[in-house]
């Protein structure tokens, strides 16, 4: 099983991009998938989950009304929506996904891991 995000770049304050992460070697339509990030000097912190089979989303406080996250069952692929993007948002973007259906906010719950995108907001 590989996830692959991919999407990250260099954009300025207020501005948006989107995050990708396909997943391969495995079926995951009714697995819950996150996206966690890592700022540089301090610990991965969660972002935003969706569960599997609901379409149940939960988010970090911090990006709450700003970001989205959502999936494409046929494609195996779960998007993170980013816009009105802050330079606190600056951050090495992982996603993750688990073999259970529930979305968690905890590393811990995800067994699968992908290489991080680096996305980094000017002001």
């Known amino acids: 099983v590989q996830l692959q995000a991919f999407g990250g770049g260099l954009v300025q304050a207020g501005g948006f991009l989107r995050l990708s992460c396909a997943a391969s070697g495995g079926r995951f339509s009714r697995n819950a998938m996150g996206w966690f990030r890592q700022a540089l000097g301090k610990e991965r912190e969660f972002v935003a989950a969706?569960?599997?089979?609901?379409?149940?989303?939960i988010y970090a406080d911090s990006v709450k009304g700003r970001f989205t996250i959502s999936r494409d069952a046929a494609k195996n692929t779960a998007y993170l929506q980013m816009n009105s993007l802050k330079p606190e948002d600056t951050a090495v973007y992982y996603c993750a996904a688990r073999t259970g259906d529930y979305a968690y906010r905890t590393m811990s719950k995800y067994e699968y891991w992908g290489h991080g995108t680096k996305v980094t907001v000017s002001s």
């Open positions: 969706i569960s599997g089979s609901y379409p149940n989303t």
